[in-house]
């Protein structure tokens, strides 16, 4: 049994205790929204942020991160109101099968918070371990920009 | 390829009636469909190809009898419902049909989405079911406020009288007008120019969702008390499992103190608990053995292969797919031929969610969800397999991520009836990534053999095309009963009686899925004949992205691009002359061209070369030609911009057909550049992105789309979401070639691909080394320490790892990495028991080639 925080809330994961952060979130908490891609950290469908980085959630062991802040696709609107990435996703219409996406919205969401002007190469830097087989990342690139630009904007 | 003109003339059949209070409205295509529209006691029955339904409270919802897959025919579909009925496309409810009669697609005589031919098969039936619900319910408000029809409108859900301005909503006339109003024998669909919503880029309905991680894809279903499965199954193509001891499995879950269910089937042994994890751990102590399969010595090098046993050469029995006047004759006469073979691999499908499906077994019913294209399939097997009438099965679509043609089959479904059947419990399999990349239904591998001559006018006098490869259909349909699926378009006219006559033993039978694209060549030809012969490898192929014409458009349009060098001519303008009068293909090729700049030379960089190379391939009706901009720096190259002109008739979502094009560019690119399928005793050795990469946004171009007619096309639309990808090889292997003089016939190409916007590619590190050692170094680490390795250095990212220019400059890097790679990185993986690094002995060779040659320079 290992206690860790989900979304600001303390929750009691089973286990066992190599299950990886994926499966509990998925299975355990029912929460679907972070994806399974290829459970060796390749795709990065199951990206959440674990301490405020971007983390593959399908390699980390529940054991070892008792205690630890998990924030997943599911946080990012939790008062009702769509994050900025969110909307610029939507604005640039971004998803098209949509399963990545809440990978990419997660590592782009983390991407922002510690640097809110990325250049290209910043953002295919913290982006590039993000895979989308339906081929989105030009309009993810334009999504992040503007997302930015509004992030900017939100901090005078 | 598609007469557009047919779609017009097909007869359609209107039905309306009242249902749960409301009126639903129906337009069925009667020609080319195989659906009666009498039940056995000749009583009528109502079976619409396009359903609208208005609701008792005005909510209108469209039951979509094709899948989202990103596609975005569930916008698509619902903006020409909403425009006939004057309401905002976004307020409208999207249903996935379940399967049924009444949802065949008339242009496949299945239930399935695929061909690129959703929207042209829906585009009359749905503006004919929208305008007949508006005209009806119109009747029913003008009677219900007394007025003249004609002085009424219909919009923003509800009848208006514009005079007075007394109005009555969709939801308070809808039972009245289902009673009261007869359906319109010839409705009246809004005219092109009346258009407000259709033709513009209205917003994805799926899209609010897909962001807020709420769209419930096959993966995320969950029922009260569902178990999950994984399956053990034999690796190798074809084979099964032999005998199996589960007791390290059961030894596992009595540790864990968890309950578990070892189950064979008839597709392996399944391995079922109460979550993923421990199923899976448990499915990794399982023993068993397994059969060889159906292609033990087969490498997955269908070309190496067909060369062996002379198909390449002898003519054998070959089926007759084109013909016009005697090419052979022709060729033998010419004074000087041109011969070149090109060969592809054959290729997974690696959608992002793996395949998946959930199956519940109680009281005599099954219900199954399932992310799956071939609706109707999945319910006919899953009633075989569990021993039922298919009316005893149900049958839920989900969304979908990612199909490409992969969810065509139902293979997974096959599995979750049976397991659910024996269970008696809802069950959800699960593949992992590396069951889904060895269990695949990949695109064949095929060689084409092509000959040609010119012209003293320097066009194509003589063409000859020999296709080897294996039938899709063949394979494909001994297991999914699809039905017989039409042949798209296959033999010209001239042809047809040859191929009668051709009673050779061993002919092969058609099969348009592998020789489309080859089966009417838009070009001046000259004389032409184009083959088709069989070979059966034992593996599984099925339909992937384009199908046939990921193939043909590649060896045609290479060939064609090598015809102009020969002829000194350049390519743009040698393919112009063969295309007199082709006007919607001459439309996409001099729009793509004009983009590109086509016939200046491009800005030139300090180390290598900046080329263009251009091609054209038209499929599914509709019509794409491309020109790709590289820079290539020894054997790296990096693809900079993609121009792309595409013409599919009316563009009725601009931007959802601008994002399927980037798509299917980015798609081509994978393949051209990084997917290979091989083999080893049967087994398809690629387990993971890591060994089977796509392309990365660092990789990605920029891509520039134009389309052709667009908005203002007075064209019925045609498809877009397979039309862009055939053009992209050929068009980069042109542009590779007018840089280095190095012409490549085979894919995925010999070179490492290039980041764009971090620089470095190829710059000197100041250590004299081989180029082709680093080249080849770097595709070995990209691909086997990319995954990880190129997240951020604060993340568990090395400094640089794409840039070998620094590892060069590191004193001790062969030591250090000598003594890790292939030891602790990449990391190893369990299989079956047994911990194995997944670097391949050749990508470790390569790099160890360099890091010795790098010491050796740095005289350590």
Known sequence: MVSIKVNGQNKEVKGPSDMPLLWALREELGMTGTKFGCGVSACGACTVHINGVASKSCVRPVSTLADQDVRTIESLSADGRLHPVQRAWLDENVSQCGYCQPGQIMAAVALLNKNNNPSDSE??????????????????????KRAAAVMRGNNP | MMDNSSLNRRQFVLSAALLAGGLVVGCRTTRGSRVSDTDSDGKPVFMPNAWVHIKADGQVVLILDRVEMGQGTMTAHATIIA??????????????????????????????????????????????????????LSEGGAQQLGVPVKECVCEKGAITHQASGKSVSFGAIAAFTAANVKVPKDPKPKDFSAFRQLGKSVKRLDSRSKVLGQATYGMDMQLPGMLVAVVVRAPAQGARVLSFDDTKVKAYWAEQQVEGWVLPTSRGVA???????????????????FSSGEAPRFDGDLAALARAKGFDRDAGPMLQVDKIGDAPAALQAAGRTIEASYEVPFLPHQTMEPQNCTAHFKEGRLEIWAPCQAAASAQAVAARVAGLKEEQVTFHTTYIGGGFGRRLAVDYVHEAAEIAKALGRPVKVIWTREDDLRHD??????????????????????????????????????????????????????????????????????????????????????????????????????????????????????????????????????????????????????????????????????????????????????YCAQVVQILMVENTVTVEKVWCAIDVGFALNPDIITAQVEGSIIYGLSAALKQNITMKNGVVQQTNFNNCPILRMNETPDIFVSLVGGSDSALSPTGVGEVAVPALAPALCHAIYRASGKIFRKMPLPVATGKLRTGSAGASSGVAVDPALRSAAQAAIESNCGPCHSAPANEGGIDNIDDLTALEGKKGARRRYKSIIGK?????????????????????????????????????
């Open chain 1, 123 to 144: 953002i295919d830097e913290a982006m590039s371990s993000n895979l989308c087989r339906c081929g989105t990342y030009p309009r993810i690139r334009k999504a992040v």
């Open chain 2, 83 to 136: 425009e006939e009925l004057g309401i905002d496309a976004q307020l409208v409810k999207v249903e996935f049909a379940p399967p049924g009669a009444a949802y065949i697609n008339p242009l496949l005589g299945q239930q399935i989405t695929g061909a690129s031919t959703s929207t042209p098969a829906s585009w009359q039936p749905l503006r004919l079911a929208g305008a007949a619900a508006r005209e009806m």
């Open chain 2, 271 to 289: 391995v079922v608990s109460s979550n993923f994890w421990l199923a899976k751990s448990a499915a990794a102590r399982m023993e068993a053995r």
């Open chain 2, 441 to 622: 239904y990949y695109r064949p591998g095929m060689l084409h053999v092509m000959k040609a001559s010119l012209s003293s006018q320097k066009t194509i006098s003589a063409w000859s095309q020999r296709i080897v490869g294996q039938s899709i259909l063949g394979s494909f349909l001994k297991e999914i009963p699809l039905g017989p699926l039409p042949q798209r378009g296959l033999g010209s006219e001239s042809g047809d009686k040859d191929q009668e006559a051709q009673s050779q033993p061993g002919t092969p039978a058609p099969d348009n899925f592998v020789t489309e694209g080859a089966d009417k060549i838009p070009y001046d030809l000259g004389a032409r004949l184009v083959q088709y012969r069989n070979l059966e490898t034992g593996v599984k192929v099925g339909f992937w992205r384009s199908v046939g014409h990921s193939h043909t458009g590649f060896a045609i349009e290479s060939f064609i691009n090598e015809l102009a060098q020969s002829a000194d001519v350049d390519a743009l303008q040698f393919r112009r002359r063969m295309l007199q009068g082709k006007t919607r293909e001459l439309g996409v090729l001099e729009k793509a061209a004009a983009m590109a700049n086509w016939g200046t030379t491009p800005a030139q960089p300090s180390q290598g070369k900046r080329t263009l190379g251009i091609a054209m391939h038209c499929c599914f009706s509709s």
């Open chain 2, 824 to 860: 602790s990185m990449p990391p190893p993986y369990e299989d079956n028991g047994q911990m194995v690094s997944p670097i391949s002995e050749e990508d470790k060779t390569a790099i160890f080639k360099w890091l010795d040659a790098v010491a050796k320079a740095r005289g350590e």
